[in-house]
């Protein structure tokens, strides 16, 4: 069964892209949000088995944002995304409940797939 | 209001009293050797002057407390009596058929004063006011319409200084019961006058404060008064008497001075005034009988005559008051040190303000060296001096340093080279009015000051501008890193999105190019898209920050390409050669900055506009048709202008009227 994905970031034009990608490579995209709010929304309805986080969201932020998702549906898995490299945000990232972090140009089918295998 | 006939009356009483005692020291031998003394005279004359000063000052001030014209009334009968009783003297030397009805009127004085005394101190300070007192009042009306009949038509030697018999005794039985009328309303007024004191007492332990005070003050010299004048009524005559009288003069002159002291207490510094006048007055008697005696012993001696002659006293008296003339002003200026003391002539104001004022270099100290040295020289009692500062704030300082500026007797302009950058605000005490010596001195303080302030007022202007430029600097250095954050912003949300949806589409068409090769083709042309939609935001981008065309072709032409991409039709009429890149730059961001807020705010139809040289000045404009009413307060954009503009040493001036219509103008030093 294909992995259930959810797609949280505030440009919609980024979320086609990434929709379009993800479903190339085998994913089932079930939800997009642009905010805080609705991914959490989101998530307690879908109960996706993995999403996709933007760092910087309109109302708060992917990694505070991470422990209420998880808490919401424990089994889901957090991928971590940005424009910015990694380095940008330092021990805030490795200390989250996310299972890994991917800049938005390296996003790939293979690249989620090996971090969703490696958790 | 303030009165000024009490003082004129005073006056009066003061020459009345001089022609008392010219004529008492005429006819001494005919009086009494208590009344004939020369110290006692002298005493009667000074505590009397005291006592109607006092009164004076109390009728004449608002406070209408009836201590006041009973003060004046006291003198005034004692003032008449001295006369009367010296015109009797005199006349009986020279045996005038009149002399023995001028000692006549004279007799019932004594019991006119115990009269007066003893309805002063009912109910002070506001007189007979309850039930109690209005009865006790009467009784004292009473005796006294009783006395002086009794005194005026007993039998016997008449009461009072001069020994001789009543021209107007009447005889009989009744009428030899007179003596002993006379002294129990004597004795009335006395008892009256003891149970106002007591009750004074008692009013005074339970008074607090200010009312306390003014008590305590004025019921010691009342007892004082009460043992001089039973010393006087009930002592044994002859030895005791003149001990009685200096009491109860000291007490009575006293007693007048706490009474006005108490009354006016709520403005002490009335008192100034009274003091002034007393020793003025005081010196104004000293120096004319000094004159008088001189005049009339030393020429006497010369011409070998120890007889007073008529047409010596005349020359005596006519010497006597030319000398008065030059006393007078001397009197003024001495008793006015005298009172206060610590202030310094009008010169020495002056010359201390000068020097003072030579080396400060702040408002801080030259302000209140200004009001005190007005407040030395004119005696005025508080002194404001407002200086207005080129920001149009005001400062100001008052001298003395805590007091209040009730009212403005005296304003002066401080000016300088035709402008006026502060008054001279002067309140008198009351009663005090600037006389020419002072206005004079006024004029040369604020002529003095203009100059020290002047200077004082160029370094603050200078702080103030100090203070403005730190402010506009830490404002810019906020700007710039308000738009380095805007500028990354812009990148992260703009040409960075583009790029990585650029570079995702690109990894799409790579995978396809296996699996489905017919989409590789639309794929690459979407990665084309993208990567030209990131690159027109980086060049908007790169334009915001600084546009090449400003920098390549001057402001005209960039004004231009802003008014092509303006959300309304604007005309452009810009007439400049190139000018310092900060300048051009200034002026590009006033009107990009300008332009922005029509589209946003202005809802206007059209804009214009306008750029020239003139003198100098680059002159810039900007305006539109729009609704008008631009808060000029509102917005970090037209501060961070504001700041842009002056950093070139221009200004920026906004006219947004509610009617309809912004313009925004902007003046730049230049070389073109």
Redesign the interface.
Known sequence: MATSVLIVDDHPGFRGRARELLERSGFLVIAEAQDGASALRETRRGHPDLVLLDVQLPDTDGITLAPLLMAANPSTRIVLISVREAASYGARLTNCCAIGFLAKDELSGPALSELLGAA | MTRRWPWGLVAGYSLVVALGQVLESLGADRLSPSEGSTAIRIGVSAALLVVAVSGAAITASPRKAPAGPLLLALAGIWAATSVLTGGAAYGLQHHWSLATEAAWLAAPSGLVVAFLIARLLLGFPDGPTTRKTRIVARAQVLALALGVPALALGSGKLPGGIDVANPHQLHGAVISQLPGVAALCFAVLFLTGLGAIVELQRRRRKAQGESRQALTAVSLPMSTLFIGLALLIFGPSGATDAVAQVVMLTSLATLGVAMAVAILRYRLYTLDIVLERSVVLLMLVAAASAAYVLAVLGVGAIVGSTRPSYGLSVVATTGTAVALLAVQRRAVGLARRVVYGRRATPYEALAGFARQVSTVLSLDRVLPATAEAAWTGTGARTVRVEVTLANGTTRASTWPPDAVLDSVDAAVDVVHEDEVIGRLLLEYVRGDRPDATRERLLADLAHQAALAIRNVRLAADLEVSIAEVQASRLRIVEAQDHERRRVERDL??GA??????A???V??AT??LS?NPEDVAGLLAQAGEELRSARTELRELARGIHPAVLTEAGLAAAVESLAERASVPVTVTVATKRMEPALESAAYFVVAEALTNIAKHAQASSAQVAARVQNGMLLLSVCDDGRGGADPRHGTGLQGLRDRVSAVNGVLRLSSPPSGGTELVAEIPCVQ
């Open positions: 992260h949300d960075q999105q583009r790029l990585v949806q570079g995702l589409t990894r799409m995978d396809a699996s």
